[in-house]
Nanobody, 125 residues
Framework: QVQLVESGGGSVQAGGSLRLSCAIS????????MGWFRQVPGKEREGVAS???????SYADSVKGRFTISQDNAKNTLSLQMNRLKPEDTSMYYC???????????????????RGQGTQVTVSS
């Protein structure tokens, strides 16, 4: 059973930084897309950043130059470094893993989609 557990969310002032982490267990797919998306209640899900098994990355235009996605395969951890945060970055952030998925616009697309429970990020002005 694949499990994803996010951590690192919190409250920060605009211009500050946060680092999100996602611990992934029991994931044995060699080809995949992993990433982060965010969602505010009542609004559509928004892809933030994604990374493929070949190391390629994709970012939403709204976070390019501010956010960096990375993975540590030895530790089975996916991270998202968020710098120069803005109030509009406030959202629940979810980690996702998609076997044989592909990247586009900071999102992972594919048939099977694993996700964590989310971690809240709040940016105050």
């Amino acid at each position: 059973q694949v499990q994803l557990v996010e951590s690192g969310g919190g409250s920060v002032q605009a211009g500050g930084s946060l680092r999100l982490s996602c611990a992934i267990s029991e994931y044995t797919y060699s080809s995949y897309c992993m990433g982060w998306f965010r969602q505010v209640p009542g609004k559509e899900r928004e892809g933030v950043a994604s990374i493929g098994s070949d190391g390629s990355t994709s970012y939403a235009d709204s976070v390019k130059g501010r956010f960096t996605i990375s993975q540590d395969n030895a530790k089975n951890t996916l991270s998202l470094q968020m710098n120069r945060l803005k109030p509009e970055d406030t959202s629940m952030y979810y980690c996702t893993a998609v076997p044989n998925g592909y990247l586009s616009g900071g999102y992972c697309y594919g048939g099977l989609n694993y996700r964590g429970q989310g971690t809240q990020v709040t940016v105050s002005s």
